[in-house]
């Protein structure tokens, strides 16, 4: 297990990190009597990402000190690709539906089953949650939404993959080469997201069935790179696989989807290996306020 998560699973025991998305994890396991724990974090004001150390110390210390933070632009350089023929991913269907939870940080489906494997690792799906908008960019360009499926080894690695959903925004009288997921449309339905409008419900959803979502990321490939957790504690050494495919979802169901999710993306992050953003702010600050230039960390330059 990669150092920074071995600390972060000693810290999280010992504090109450609520609602990351590492929920489900080692690092925040489901809680037993079934109730929905309610984040203490967020992302506008005093609990927004600017002041995620301060919420929890020092179990959240990484948000502004870590070198190797997500979400990031995904630009050439920062990322390795792999095809999606290199990994085997399955994704268990969900025939009796599954459970649904408004966490207040994000809006959650806790899975049955499901499996990443790459580079002779195995990693087991926990859960898969929803950011609006996308909290990577692509290329400097932000999408409506992204879908982060959450998986864990035996030895307690994390590894993540991201997905991008755009918006099929083709008039109604047309016909558009940009169909939507049966899946986003299933859970943004409003008998279903009308359920969990509220931090710290849940439900119960219709049948999910998840091949189509798994084909489609097969046929694409991931950029592939070392991050952390994009939320609260900001545990790193999370292997990140940000999919080239997109899902696709209709205006209605991203009006339904933002009116329960708001804003609930956190601000890009330097590039791996690179100072962290508040570190370098920081700094910056107090060379304004006192009037001298101080210098700043490696590569900070580099913004």
């Known amino acids: 297990m990669r150092p920074t998560l071995q600390l972060l699973a000693l ?8 609602a990351s998305c590492a929920h489900g994890t080692f690092l925040r396991p489901r809680a037993e ?77 806790f899975t049955h089953g499901g499996e990443l494997k790459v580079a002779h690792k195995k990693f087991g799906l926990k859960q898969f949650h929803f950011h609006l908008p996308s909290e990577h960019l692509d290329d400097g360009t932000s999408h409506a939404m992204e879908m982060h499926l959450v998986f864990e080894s035996a030895a307690h690695e994390l590894a993540v993959i991201g997905v991008y959903i755009t918006v099929n925004d083709a008039p109604t009288n047309t016909t558009s080469t940009s169909t939507t997921t049966p899946l986003l449309e299933t859970l943004f339905s409003t008998p279903v ?19 189509e979502v798994v084909n489609q990321l097969k046929r694409g490939a991931f950029q592939a790179y070392s991050g952390s957790l994009t939320t609260p504690p900001c545990a790193e050494g999370v292997r990140w696989h940000v999919s080239t495919a997109r899902l696709v979802v209709s205006p209605a169901s991203l009006a339904r989807a933002r009116d329960v999710l708001g804003f609930n ?25 006192v009037g001298v230039q101080l210098p700043l960390p490696v590569g900070a330059g580099d913004l």
Not at 11 to 18: D, I
Not at 70 to 82: A, K, N
């Open 11 to 18: 810290v999280a025991s010992a504090t109450r990190v609520f």
């Open 33 to 109: 009597n079934g109730t929905v724990e309610v984040a203490n974090f967020g992302y506008i004001g005093k609990i927004g990402p600017l002041n995620w150390a301060g919420l929890e110390s020092p179990a959240n210390e990484l948000c502004a000190t870590g070198t190797r933070q997500s979400p990031i632009d995904m630009v050439d350089g920062v990322y390795t690709l792999i095809q999606g023929s290199d990994i085997r991913l399955t994704i268990n269907d969900m025939p009796e539906g599954a459970d649904f939870e408004n966490l207040g940080s994000t809006v959650e489906v």
């Open 193 to 211: 997201i009308k359920q969990i409008s509220a931090p710290g419900t849940k439900t119960k959803t219709p049948p999910l069935f998840m091949l």
């Open 265 to 289: 993306a956190r601000f890009p992050q330097n590039s791996p290996g690179r100072p962290n953003i508040l570190l370098v702010s920081a700094l910056g600050s107090v060379a304004a306020v």
